[in-house]
């Protein structure tokens, strides 16, 4: 959940309606926000990770109105052909590749509208941009800068300028290692030989993304006019979080203007258009609604919906959370409402119970909580070039991928547990060591089966540290061994993301169950890990539970 601060007074104005303390935290929780009263007009709002679009009070108050049915159905934003643009130099493709921008003019801004834009834009760098990582956003005065623009790579002593709070030039290393912001982000530019920049036609740096911007730049209340730049490694991210900015500052009566970044006019308001199957929405929900109810519940949720052999749904341009049409029918559940849906007992009789994949999880899970580490959870979809750059090839068949995927991020469905969890050492490295996690989680292997691949639940441990090897994953795994009442067999093996002769097979009851050992120093590099790394993976549909 992520906390947002916002003042009742300023929402019930944008949404045009007054609200009761006991009317917010009755139906708050619908939209997947929980509303706690601070003092006077302030609240506290929690809002739902999946829904980044509600992390300002412009956009909480453009969906309660849909919501209230005040304002319902998709909202029609304008974007006028802007005179701005920005180059991108092929230098930023390996630091920090996509970018997109836009200008917001003849805004009245207020120093509480400042902080709830700052307030934004912090809580997308949180959330979406996990820490800056994958996104970062830079809000400029346009008046107090000179286009065209270039986003280019530098090499750190050949720039300086004065950073935001600071009265002297510094340059770029110097920022990293003495600034405030610099120090808080530079894991993200860590072994980067050079470091992105924005600067106008008379270079001037206008920012060092994802660390901080000019001062030369800095917005106040007698600013109008915005350059807004979105920088970061997924484009699809980059774009919806321009996209969440650009219309929370055109609810506020704000013109936008495109900016050519390239030969790419940016950013793109148009809507995402899906298909609704009204009768698969009935078998998954047990709703049996009419088309134009289903209608109804969409265009309250902000879509724009249109009926034919199946629902034409317009999504709009801010919702960063809608993949597949299973998005769509929860949100015209929320509309129904979920108070409105009355239980059935199923006509059954039979007991439930735990499948023994579960019991066998619960207690893989317990011991590996003593051995000291931490739990992960993570995606069962995976960026293909995790997969590819640990098998160590462009593809061994042994994986699913995913056909037309909306993001990079989602390209393929896992095979191993590896690459995730490297993936969360990779995101800690600013935190202290040792450091090792695990995940009992969901992997699909292609197989034989009509379908073509199949489900297995497999255990993933990693451990990271100054000299961690293979004797230390080793003994977590006899712990694991002693919990669950068998015994292991370790064979000497190699695997292409283990160092050689640093790693086995791992075999019970004379069937091979997983593998274990040292990654290789081309894995470590590929995850920018620094620190020596080891791990092993079970296949925990090949282990009995013994007690």
């Not at 346009?142 to 002297?168: D, G, M, R």
Request: hydrophobic fraction near 35%; charged fraction near 35%.
């Amino acid at each position: 959940m992520s906390n947002i601060k916002i003042n009742k007074k300023e929402f019930t104005e944008l949404v045009g309606q007054e609200f009761s303390d006991q009317k917010l935290d009755e139906e708050a929780s619908f939209l997947g926000s929980h509303w706690n009263h601070v003092e006077g007009d302030k609240w506290d709002v929690e809002v739902y990770p999946n829904r980044p679009d509600l992390l300002s009070v412009e956009g909480l108050s453009r969906a309660y109105r849909g919501f209230f049915g005040i304002d319902t159905g998709l909202e029609g934003y304008n974007v006028n052909k802007g005179d701005i643009h920005i180059e991108v130099d092929g230098s930023v493709e390996n630091v920090r590749p996509h970018i997109g921008c836009a200008v917001v003019r003849d805004l009245d801004l207020t120093e509480r509208m400042i902080n709830g834009l700052i307030q934004l834009q912090e809580k997308l760098h949180e959330t979406m941009g996990r820490r800056r990582e994958k996104l970062a956003i830079g809000l400029h005065d346009l008046s107090a800068i000179e286009p065209p623009f270039e986003y280019k790579a530098v090499e750190a002593e050949t720039v300086s300028f004065t950073p935001l709070e600071h009265e002297k030039e510094m340059q770029l290393g110097e920022i990293l290692d003495e600034h405030e912001k610099g120090r808080e982000y530079s894991w993200v530019l860590e072994d980067e030989d050079k470091y992105p920049i924005i600067v106008d036609s008379e270079d001037q740096v206008l920012s060092f993304p994802p660390i901080i911007n000019n001062q030369l730049t800095e917005v106040h209340s007698g600013t109008t006019d915005l350059f807004i730049d979105v920088t970061g490694k997924d484009r699809d991210k980059v774009q919806k979080a321009l996209n969440i900015i650009v219309t929370a500052l055109a609810e506020r009566n704000a013109r936008i203007d495109s900016v050519k970044v390239n030969d790419e006019r940016m950013p793109d308001l148009s809507p995402e258009e899906f298909e609704l199957d009204p009768e698969y929405l009935r078998e998954v929900s047990g709703l049996d609604l009419s088309k134009t109810e289903i209608i109804n519940r969409l265009k309250k949720m902000k879509f724009g919906a249109k009926a034919g052999s199946e629902i034409k749904v317009k999504v709009p341009c801010y919702r960063a959370d809608i993949m597949h049409q299973y998005d769509l029918i929860e949100d015209v559940i929320i509309a129904h409402r979920y108070t409105n849906i009355k239980p059935e007992i199923p006509n059954i009789d039979q007991i439930g119970d735990k499948q023994r994949i579960e019991n066998l999880s619960k207690i893989i899970r317990d011991s590996m909580v003593g051995t000291g580490a931490l739990e992960a959870l993570t995606y069962l979809h995976e960026n293909e070039k995790n997969l590819t750059s640990m098998i160590q090839k462009e593809d061994d068949g042994n994986y699913v991928k995913i056909e037309n995927p909306l993001s990079e991020e989602y390209s393929a469905v896992r095979h191993l547990m590896f690459p995730s969890l490297l993936q969360v050492l990779k995101q800690n490295r600013h935190n202290g060591y040792p450091q090792n996690f695990f995940e009992t989680s969901d992997v699909v292997e292609t197989d034989d089966s009509d379908i073509g691949a199949s489900e297995k639940r497999k255990l993933g441990y990693v451990e990271s540290g100054s000299d961690i090897g293979f004797t230390d994953v080793r003994k977590k795994l006899q712990v694991l061994e002693r919990d669950l009442g068998i015994e292991i067999e370790v064979k000497e093996d190699n695997k292409p993301f283990f160092r050689a002769g640093r790693s086995g097979r791992l075999i019970l009851d004379s069937e091979e169950i997983g593998f274990i050992g040292e990654f290789s120093h081309k894995v470590l590099e590929n995850w920018e890990l620094e620190m020596e790394t080891a791990g092993f993976e079970l296949d925990l549909e090949k282990i009995r539970e013994e007690r």
